[in-house]
């Protein structure tokens, strides 16, 4: 039990940082600041060309209407283009314009220079060692997967206290 709630902590206090860098929008060679949300998107398609919303909401780990309602506002900055797939009017997959093209190629450049020691260390790790990370973090995401099945659930507070919240005092 020490080691899960050390490491739970370890993983709140990553998940509250990342956060806070999110809420903090970004320019990117003097562009129109972007929000960590944003500049995300813009990277999966850029590094994934041709992917339409369906493919980007699960590489994201968010909801399709999430990633149109991104689009939308990233639209209307002109960093990415709407398109439809050909023979599927229905299944959009957006394209970047050549101004999203330089904010993409920014947050790459941004992210090689500020993670690259992180992108070694990862690099010299063994098999084994790697196998291990990811197999936590494949943990992690499936815990935060039931966490969120869970809340949607009607009434999903805890109801399994020995002792039931004093509902006068809340």
């Known amino acids: 039990m020490q080691r899960f709630q050390l490491l739970s902590e370890?993983?709140?206090?990553i998940v509250n940082k990342f956060n806070e860098l999110g809420r903090r929008p970004t320019a990117y060679d003097g562009h129109t600041p972007l929000t960590a949300r944003e500049?995300?998107?813009?990277?999966l398609i850029g590094k994934y060309?041709?992917?339409?919303?369906?493919?980007l909401a699960e590489r994201q780990g968010v909801t399709k209407g999430a990633v149109s309602q991104t689009l939308s506002r990233l639209a209307g900055k002109n960093v990415v283009r709407k398109e439809h797939s050909p023979g599927n009017t229905r299944d959009v997959v957006p394209t970047l314009t050549p101004c999203g093209e330089q904010?993409?190629?920014?947050?790459?450049?941004?992210?090689?220079?500020?993670?690259g020691w992180v992108w070694r260390e990862f690099e010299s790790m063994t098999d084994k060692?790697?196998?291990l990370v990811e197999r936590v973090f494949?943990?992690?995401?499936?815990?935060?997967?039931?966490y969120g099945e869970h809340l949607d659930k009607p009434n999903a507070g805890w109801t399994g206290r020995s002792s039931p919240i004093n509902k006068e005092h809340c």
Do not use: W, Y
């Open 49 to 55: 060309p041709g992917s339409n919303v369906t493919k």
């Open 103 to 115: 904010v993409f190629q920014a947050h790459e450049d941004f992210h090689r220079d500020a993670d």
């Open 39 to 43: 500049i995300h998107l813009v990277e």
């Open 129 to 131: 060692e790697f196998a």
């Open 10 to 13: 370890c993983f709140l206090r």
């Open 138 to 146: 494949r943990m992690l995401e499936k815990s935060m997967d039931r």
